[in-house]
């Protein structure tokens, strides 16, 4: 536990008069938008501290005021206005100014980390993320929050990965809303966007605009003025339903035309790394191929689509993935793909010999799998199995070094994307992938 200089335990409320500093925090609505309490205890300040914009708004206050600016001496102003507390002949009050809830991303921290906590009294005003929800008509238990004041975007980037339903940003200059809009196209998501851009929360000229994020809306967005403060606000919205077909590649289907799981919509193999596995197969017509957990189906899909005439077996053990291999199926029209509910090798039994085997998932039984379908391989017969932690690469290792008749080509897929970092581009590394072709010697 942490002990202020009084030896009370932090947290403790002492019973007695309110703190001498107390921190006010106010919107743009100004003074209208305080309680009786806290313009009472403006009135009664000895010490106002705050922007010269907050200042303005009271000038019938008959306090010392101290504009904002460097926050150590506006700490040292207010330990020597409590230190003449003894001698002076009325009770010091020092009243510190604060945007929203000082204790959200807010000045309330720093003065925690400076003061003693029992000098400090807070009332906060409604926060600028509680208003853009608000406005937005969004509830926000479920919402993360982002500043990005003065900080890079990588820690966004990487809950845009993970699919975050909600994503709240404190934007600065750098990081505006048209910044925000590039890095999110830019990643290639397999979920969609709403942008949300809610502006001067609170004052007169308050405005809230949206946008569902795509190449058009980016122009608009650039092209718009956006007043200093916003908050942009990120929610995650189903994929359209439908696809055009014709307008599909050949190969590298991009990650959002797939459904995937709604909760984890990033778990899926990466169209880039899906690619290479398809490279790495070496398929040719009328063959049979086992994916061997197969997820939402993303592989089985391509291998589908490229040989219309090969026969492909989409084993997975979750409802969930079954559900969703099934419905990629009729999204994409490929007939010849047949989703096998169960686990392997069990669930391998009754399928025809495979020409080809992608490994994708092995729940712990790399081992056995290999044992079932090295010798069930059509002659010439190829496996690829990815591979994501230490361990399977362990276990395929020590399996293929109890093989005569196997030789396995290791290759490690290591992929970056350039993402947007204000007006310059940097790379963001994607999880690096492991791909063992197992053929015969």
């Known amino acids: 536990m942490t002990t202020p200089l009084n030896g009370s335990v932090r947290g403790e409320r002492p019973i007695g008069p309110p703190a001498p500093v107390q921190v ?131 820690g ?55 946008w569902v994020l795509d190449e058009a809306a980016l122009t608009e967005i650039s092209g718009e003025l956006f007043a200093n403060l916003n908050v942009v606000i990120l929610e995650r919205i189903p994929n359209a339903e439908g696809i055009d077909r014709a307008a599909l590649p050949l190969l590298g289907i991009a990650d959002g035309d797939f459904c995937s799981f709604p909760d984890r919509p990033g778990l899926m193999t990466k169209r880039e790394v899906r690619v290479q596995i398809l490279a790495e197969l070496a398929l040719q017509p009328n063959q049979t191929v086992w994916d061997i957990g197969a997820g939402t189906g993303s592989v089985s899909i391509e291998m589908a689509r490229l040989c219309p005439n090969s026969r492909i077996y989409a084993i997975e053990q979750t409802p969930a993935g079954i559900s969703l291999i099934e419905r990629n199926i009729e999204r994409f029209q490929t007939s010849n793909l047949t989703a096998i509910k169960g686990k392997a090798p069990e669930a391998l039994r009754p399928l025809p010999a495979p020409d080809r085997v992608f490994i994708g998932g092995s729940d ?33 290792l020590d399996w293929v070094s109890h093989q005569t008749g196997w030789q396995v080509r290791w290759l490690q897929v290591s992929l970056a994307q350039a993402v947007p970092i204000g007006p310059l581009c940097r790379w963001s590394p994607l999880n690096p992938v492991i791909l063992a072709t197992i053929t015969p010697r």
Not at 49 to 73: K, N
């Open 156 to 210: 966004a980037v990487r809950l845009l990965r993970q699919g975050v339903e909600k994503l709240a940003v404190l934007t600065d200059g750098v990081s505006h809303p048209g910044a925000i809009a590039r890095l999110v196209l830019s990643l290639r998501l397999p979920v969609r966007y709403r942008l949300w851009v809610c502006e001067n929360l609170g004052a007169p000229e308050e405005r809230t605009q949206s």
């Open 364 to 396: 712990g039984r790399l081992g056995s799998i290999l044992d079932w379908c090295a010798p069930r391989m059509a002659v010439n017969g190829r496996m690829v199995v990815a591979l994501a932690t230490l361990d399977n690469q362990a276990t395929l």
């Open 24 to 154: 006010v925090g106010i919107g743009l609505d100004g003074a209208a938008g305080l309680s009786e309490q806290a313009r009472s205890l403006i009135a009664e300040a000895t010490l106002l501290v705050g922007s010269t914009r907050q200042l303005a708004l009271f000038p019938q206050a008959t306090a010392e005021t101290v504009v904002l600016g460097d926050l150590d001496d506006v700490v040292a102003v207010i330990r020597a206005h409590m230190i003449t507390q003894a001698t002076a002949s009325e009770p010091r009050l020092v009243v510190v100014l604060a945007s929203g809830d000082p204790l959200f991303f807010g000045i309330g921290r720093f003065l925690l980390e400076k003061l003693p906590a029992h000098w400090l009294d807070f009332t906060p005003h409604p926060s600028s993320v509680q208003l853009a929800f608000a406005r937005v008509k969004l509830p926000w238990q479920d919402a993360v929050v982002f500043s990005a004041h003065g900080r890079s975007l990588d």
